[in-house]
């Protein structure tokens, strides 16, 4: 609530634009309209509100490494609200309230870089074994980029692993978890690109 001088504005009664004025003991006072929807919880409203809680929870534990992931993303706005918009869009599944986050569909790097033709992921007790092919040598000293997650946990390693190693045996202490969710990128020589990720799940 602000006080208003007179000869301010306008006295009394009245509205301008989101501002409600009125009188009180001679003085004529201006507060902000409540908003309309402040209160309203249609199925939409609630709809979007799980999505934005479901994105949320997981783009949080990647929170620095979307940094360097969407940063090709980041124009007129934060790589992190880049990486919301992506999965806001396409990482979601099922309708109110049964809203989940599609792992699937999720994608912790987006850029330009060219991926390896064929990668795969095997794990064994105290590592996961990364490998991929590498036909294009100009590419050859592009670095890895690994990430994995539980429902709670998290871990991810900016290696610098080249291309044209071929295989990185990553020792994360993830390593033992069932239900794992793997996700492999590259990043360019000059740092300034990263190819989009790809997604793998590891049942054992």
């Given at each position: 609530?602000?006080?208003?001088?007179?000869?301010?504005?306008?006295?009394?009664?009245?509205?301008?634009?989101?501002?409600?004025?009125?009188t009180?003991?001679?003085?004529?006072?201006?507060r902000?309209?409540p908003?309309?929807?402040?209160?309203?919880?249609?199925?939409?409203?609630?709809?979007?509100?799980?999505?934005?809680?479901?994105?949320?929870?997981?783009?949080?534990?990647?929170?620095?490494?979307?940094?360097?992931?969407?940063?090709?993303?980041?124009?007129?706005?934060?790589?992190?609200?880049?990486?919301?918009?992506?999965?806001?869009?396409?990482?979601?599944?099922?309708?109110?309230?049964?809203?989940?986050?599609?792992?699937?569909?999720?994608?912790?790097?987006?850029?330009?870089?060219?991926?390896?033709?064929?990668?795969?992921i095997?794990?064994?007790?105290?590592?996961?074994?990364?490998?991929?092919?590498?036909?294009?040598?100009?590419?050859?000293?592009?670095?890895?980029?690994?990430?994995?997650?539980?429902?709670?946990?998290?871990?991810?390693?900016?290696?610098?692993?080249?291309?044209?190693?071929?295989?990185?045996?990553?020792?994360?202490?993830?390593?033992?978890?069932?239900?794992?969710?793997?996700?492999?990128?590259?990043?360019?020589?000059?740092?300034?690109?990263?190819?989009?990720?790809?997604?793998?799940?590891?049942?054992?």
């Amino acid at each position: 609530m602000v006080k208003v001088k007179k000869g301010l504005l306008i006295s009394g009664g009245g509205s301008i634009g989101n501002l409600v004025f009125y009188t009180r003991n001679g003085n004529t006072y201006a507060r902000t309209k409540p908003s309309q929807y402040r209160d309203k919880k249609s199925q939409a409203q609630l709809a979007q509100r799980k999505k934005f809680d479901v994105v949320l929870r997981f783009l949080k534990k990647f929170k620095v490494l979307l940094r360097i992931g969407f940063a090709g993303e980041a124009i007129g706005r934060s790589a992190f609200q880049a990486a919301q918009s992506y999965h806001l869009k396409h990482a979601v599944k099922g309708e109110y309230p049964d809203i989940e986050f599609d792992y699937s569909k999720s994608k912790l790097c987006s850029g330009n870089v060219k991926f390896p033709e064929q990668v795969s992921i095997s794990k064994a007790e105290d590592h996961i074994l990364i490998e991929w092919e590498m036909p294009e040598v100009k590419n050859m000293n592009d670095t890895l980029i690994v990430a994995a997650s539980t429902s709670i946990r998290c871990d991810y390693q900016i290696t610098g692993v080249r291309r044209s190693m071929m295989k990185f045996k990553w020792f994360t202490n993830l390593s033992d978890y069932t239900g794992l969710h793997v996700w492999v990128a590259f990043r360019n020589e000059k740092e300034s690109d990263v190819s989009d990720s790809l997604y793998f799940y590891l049942e054992r």
